[in-house]
C-alpha cells in the first residue's frame, strides 16, 4: 500500500519560502511519475506540478510557473516543492500524490501565506 509523508508546511509571509518534502515506500518511487496537489480552504483539489520518474520532466500548473520548483532524490525516496515568492492565494493544504488528480496522496502539509 502506497505512503506517503509530507512535511515542511507553515506560515510565512508573502513573498516568502517554503520547501515541502514527502517521504514515500511501499511502491517503486523511482519508477513512478509524482505530482504535487493543493487544497485551497473551500476548493477542490488543484493540481499543482508534475516530475517524471527520473526527473528529465517537470511540469507546472500557470499560476505557480517560475515560483515553484518541483524535484525528486531517487534514492531518499523523497519528493520536494521548493516555492519561492508565496502569494496570498497559495494557502491550502499540500499533498503530494501518485496521481494527476490526488486519488493516491499523503496526509497533506498546510501552507499558511499571510501578512
Known amino acids: 500500500q502506497v505512503q506517503l509523508v509530507e512535511s515542511g508546511g507553515g506560515l510565512v509571509q508573502p513573498g516568502g519560502s517554503l520547501r515541502l518534502s514527502c517521504a514515500a515506500s511501499?511502491?517503486?518511487?523511482?519508477?513512478?511519475?509524482m505530482y504535487w496537489v493543493r487544497q485551497a480552504p473551500g476548493k477542490g483539489l488543484e493540481w499543482v506540478s508534475s516530475?517524471?520518474?527520473?526527473?528529465?520532466?517537470?511540469e507546472y500548473t500557470t499560476s505557480v510557473k517560475g515560483r515553484f520548483t518541483i524535484a525528486r532524490d531517487n534514492a531518499k525516496n523523497t519528493l520536494y516543492l521548493q516555492m519561492n515568492n508565496l502569494k496570498l492565494e497559495d494557502t491550502a493544504v499540500y499533498y503530494c500524490?501518485?496521481?494527476?488528480?490526488?486519488?493516491?496522496r499523503g496526509r497533506g502539509t498546510q501552507v499558511t501565506v499571510s501578512s
Open positions: 500524490a501518485t496521481d494527476r488528480t490526488g486519488g493516491s
Open positions: 511501499r511502491f517503486p518511487f523511482s519508477k513512478t511519475w
Open positions: 516530475i517524471a520518474p527520473g526527473g528529465e520532466s517537470t
